[in-house]
């Protein structure tokens, strides 16, 4: 009898193929559409409804029956929540990151489980080396679009029954399986950004959340040159939406945010996109996700504070409050509420929430 696997159909390519080529080798596919946000359903901003007909479109065309499954009160309490309150104590979180800790591979794969399935499987650009007596989390074949750094906090053992169908392709690959397939996907514009927000400009977006708190803006040296509309509105290393312009003697030249007082409700910032205030060597962390077994040589480990980062080399060093990573090389804008995510080579060794 043929594995029974559940797949995550988002209605993009990626998860579209991932499907048909577990249809193809044989396994027993059913798609599931999760619909984790509904405050916007209806509105240009949010895509669900065209979502889900896209993904109805792809099973129709696989021939395999496509499901519906309503996450949207668990995604508004464990994720967007927390990502409120992460803002309002002046932390810059990464909703994406939880969503699939607490959806994705929580809420899902135990729908799964509790229904029958023998997997899940999802269209995320990683890769699962089946190893005892638990999985490795790998990077994905296509580097590029590696995605380990959002499932570094997973739980490690639902690694030993998930598929990552597109993980040893390019993403080339995945849309020419999809256009020989015939499937409306094909050639659709890849998702980007935070789900729930969709195209619309961040500060827009929260100002139905969280209310204007106006504070001071100062430069380096601590004068006053002008005002914002609330510090959760910015991040570290920021530029764009500052307002900031024609301050007497200033250069011409952007502005950067170097630093939060969350207390004060205060920014500093800075010209200088290489300004030495934008740096820093060491951050911490209280608590990291291991997703191997045994915790490997700690100073022979890489690790990156943001997705698109190349991986740094530094050293973990265990304290009595957490754990404490040093970079060799200084790091622009460590961010608060990011997460850093640790390797050995192409194994995704498990990250922590930035301090």
């Not at 599931?32 to 979502?51: I, L, R």
């Not at 479109?57 to 992460?86: H, P, T």
């Not at 996109?273 to 962390?285: A, C, D, G, R, W």
Request: glycine fraction near 8%.
């Amino acid at each position: 009898m043929a594995n029974k696997v559940l797949v995550g159909v988002s209605g993009g390519v990626d998860s579209s193929v991932s499907a048909a080529i577990l249809k193809d080798k044989g396994f027993e596919v059913t798609g599931a559409f999760m619909k984790n946000w509904e405050d916007d359903d209806g509105t240009p901003y949010c895509s669900v409804k065209e979502d889900f007909f896209d993904a109805a479109r792809v099973c129709d065309k696989l021939g395999i029956e496509l499901i519906q499954l309503n996450f949207a009160k668990e995604y508004k309490k464990k994720v967007f929540e927390y990502f409120l309150d992460s803002l309002k104590n002046g932390k810059t979180p990464n909703p994406d990151i939880f969503c699939n800790k607490f959806i994705k591979f929580d809420a899902f794969y135990d729908y799964a489980i509790e229904n029958n399935f023998d997997q899940i499987a999802t269209g995320h650009y990683c890769q699962v080396e089946q190893k005892e007596p638990s999985c490795l989390l790998k990077k994905s074949h296509d580097q590029s679009k590696d995605q380990t750094y959002f499932l570094n906090d997973i739980n490690k053992e639902v690694l030993n029954k998930c598929l990552f169908p597109i993980g040893d392709i390019e993403k080339s690959q995945v849309r020419e399986i999809a256009k020989s397939r015939d499937l409306v996907t094909y050639d659709k514009k890849d998702s980007t950004g935070i789900c729930f927000i969709g195209e619309r400009p961040f500060p827009e977006f929260l100002s139905n959340y969280l209310p204007i708190k106006k504070g001071d803006i100062y430069d380096e040296n601590q004068n006053l040159i002008g005002e914002h509309n609330g510090v959760y509105f910015y991040t570290l290393g920021q530029r764009q939406g500052l307002g900031i312009g024609g301050i007497k003697g200033s250069l011409e030249q952007p502005w950067y945010v170097a630093a939060k007082d969350n207390q004060k409700n205060s920014l500093t910032v800075v010209q200088d996109n290489n300004h030495p205030l934008l740096f820093k060597s060491e951050l911490t962390v209280k608590k990291i996700n291991w997703l191997v077994e045994t915790i490997p040589n700690l100073k022979n480990i890489t690790a990156k504070i943001r997705y698109r980062q190349k991986e740094q080399a530094c050293t973990l060093q265990e304290t009595a409050s957490g754990w404490s990573v040093k970079f060799d090389i200084p790091q622009r804008a460590i961010t608060p509420g990011q997460s850093v995510v640790l390797y050995s080579g192409d194994i995704c060794l498990g990250g922590g929430e930035i301090e």
